[in-house]
Nanobody, 118 residues
């Protein structure tokens, strides 16, 4: 059974850091593009960052320069290092695995809560 399990969320003060992890199982992790999304209360889910199979990364403007996405194919895990956090970063963060082959393969985790507050 395909699974993506996020961890590492929590409560952090403004200016603090968190590292999210996304552990994958039951699919060929290294073939997939990995992405992080987030959804704040009352808002639509928004894209945060992407790391491709070859390690190329892209970021949404609000997190550029503060967040770093990475992957470890041997551990089948993706990461999101979040620095200089602000209350506007408060959201549920979701991990996504995507592959376009003969069809689209699109898997989601259950989400992890990140709350930035003093």
């Amino acid at each position: 059974q395909v699974q993506l399990v996020e961890s590492g969320g929590g409560l952090v003060r403004p200016g603090g850091s968190l590292r999210l992890s996304c552990a994958a199982s039951a699919f060929t992790f290294s073939s997939y593009r990995m992405r992080w999304y987030r959804q704040a209360p009352g808002n639509q889910r928004e894209w945060v960052a992407t790391v491709t199979r070859d390690g190329s990364t892209t970021y949404a403007d609000p997190v550029k320069g503060r967040f770093t996405i990475s992957r470890d194919n041997a551990k089948k895990t993706a990461y999101l290092q979040m620095n200089s956090l602000t209350p506007e970063d408060t959201a549920v963060y979701y991990c996504n695995a995507f592959l376009l082959s003969n069809r689209a393969y699109d898997f989601w985790g259950q989400g992890t809560q990140v709350t930035v507050s003093s």
